[in-house]
């Protein structure tokens, strides 16, 4: 069959664009609800903002912080951790920035680690090699739902006596020996911007081991009644003036994390079910390898379905397979996130704005870490199919790689 490419029709009379989040009537009438009170904004823990922290600490056994977004959830933690200069942190290379970037304020320097083959997380043994008397923390990113190997990770992180912090942005509900995600560090962020399976719009959230560790993360963004209410330790004497910055979540943004929290476990049986079925079929084409899900873990929200292509898949060049799976109708594309040792702030000799840049991050060459390399090369972005009504759409996008895998030889031959 001629690929639509070039020229022949396409798998999809219709070409398919994902979308999320989908807003429910629970969601509208939550919002609604707010908006009618003109309830907008919160000087204390309360409302939806309290609503949406317990139900969370009530899933995680930890005590939760709604912030405006997983960045600032991130940053939190650095700030709570206590990052600072002279530090060193172990991130993951292969990661959205905003796991590793709020480092840049805190002043400690930021190292990056190459990842599993399998599932794109940071190598626990690269971490051990990385760590040195300068090393005070290690974040995690459990990549596209995937934990990460906690119990390597905990060892190393025991072993030296360092903090860690969980990204959890990418994985609700994930769980690693059937322990939720979220509750192996010192501390752990999410994120609820819209793209997430829980979604805020903008929003996150910040669930910490130790009292103290939640007290710091609200002062940093939290000031006067919400200081005094969660500040038990002396710390307290500074819930006037707070530390600096306003990271307070709206109630809209909360209202609408709350409803997607409620729904979550029943969204993620949905996904999961269109998502372990492209795989079986995407499996038996030559070449295609879906994402793997070790025993003894679930994926969670599995936000992202990355797809290898090795074999012939390789042989046209990556933008022109892409291409062709597009003009059949499908809505693939190349991963967002190049690693981050790939980029101008790591790869440039100076970074203008940053004084000393050998003490804000180390410098990198393309090449130092390959197994993010390799597999940002041969990885594909397909869209997280959820719904009961996305059935059909699994078998199309099946069926259009089969087309397309049949027709590599002309692809490589328009290539040439
Ligand atoms: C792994 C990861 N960490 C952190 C974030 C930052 O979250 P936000 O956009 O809510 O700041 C995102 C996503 O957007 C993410 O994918």
Redesign the pocket.
């Known amino acids: 069959m001629t690929l639509a490419l070039l020229g022949g029709s396409p798998s999809l009379r219709d070409p398919h664009h994902f979308s999320w989040p989908r807003m429910t009537p629970a969601h509208v009438a939550a919002v609604t609800g707010l908006v009618e009170q003109a309830e907008l904004s919160y000087y204390g823990r309360e409302g939806q903002v309290a609503v949406l922290e317990d139900e969370w600490s009530r899933r995680l056994g930890r005590p939760t912080l709604a912030v405006?977004?997983?960045?600032?959830?991130?940053h939190s933690a650095f700030f709570a951790l206590g990052a600072g200069p002279g530090d060193e942190v172990i991130c993951p290379t292969n990661?959205?920035?905003?796991?590793v970037m709020p480092l840049a304020q805190t002043g400690a320097r930021i190292v990056l680690a190459d990842v599993e083959e399998d599932t794109g997380n940071i190598d626990p043994r690269h971490v051990e090699q990385l760590v040195n008397e300068r090393t005070v923390g290690v974040v995690a990113?459990h990549?596209w739902g995937h934990p990460c190997s906690m119990d390597l990770l905990q060892a190393v992180v025991e072993r030296h006596g360092l903090w860690l912090v969980e990204?959890c942005?990418?994985a609700h509900g994930s769980t690693f020996r059937g322990q939720e995600v979220g509750t192996f560090g010192d501390a752990a962020?999410f994120?609820?911007?819209s793209?997430?399976l829980v979604f805020a719009g903008?929003?996150?959230l910040l669930a910490s081991r130790e009292a103290v560790t939640h007290e710091r993360a609200v002062l940093l963004g939290h000031f006067r009644v919400r200081a005094a209410q969660d500040c038990r330790s002396d710390l307290a004497r500074y819930a006037s003036t707070g530390f600096g910055l306003n990271y307070r979540m709206h109630p809209l943004a909360a209202a609408l994390a709350h409803v997607s929290t409620l729904q979550m476990d029943e969204l993620i049986a949905m996904r999961h079910e269109r998502l372990s079925r492209l795989s079986q079929l995407l499996g038996q084409i030559p070449g295609l390898v879906p994402p793997v899900t070790r025993d003894q873990c679930t994926r969670g929200a599995f936000?992202?379905y990355k797809l290898r292509l090795q074999g012939r898949w390789l042989l046209p060049p990556r933008d022109l397979v892409v291409d062709a799976l597009r003009a059949e109708g499908l809505d693939v594309g190349r991963p967002g996130?190049a690693p981050l040792h790939t980029t101008a702030f790591f790869t440039d000799d100076d970074v203008p704005v940053f004084i000393n840049r050998e003490a804000s991050h180390a410098r990198y060459r393309p090449g130092e870490l390959p197994v993010s390399e390799r597999i940002w090369d041969e990885s594909l972005s397909l869209p997280t199919l959820t719904f009961p009504e996305d059935e059909s759409l699994v078998d199309a996008y099946a069926a259009a790689f089969a087309k397309v895998y049949g027709e590599l030889g002309a692809l490589v031959a328009k290539s040439a």
């Open positions: 405006t977004s997983g960045t600032a959830a991130l990661t959205f920035l905003a796991t990113t990549l990204d942005s990418h962020a994120s609820f911007q793209a997430k903008q929003g996150g936000y992202g996130s």
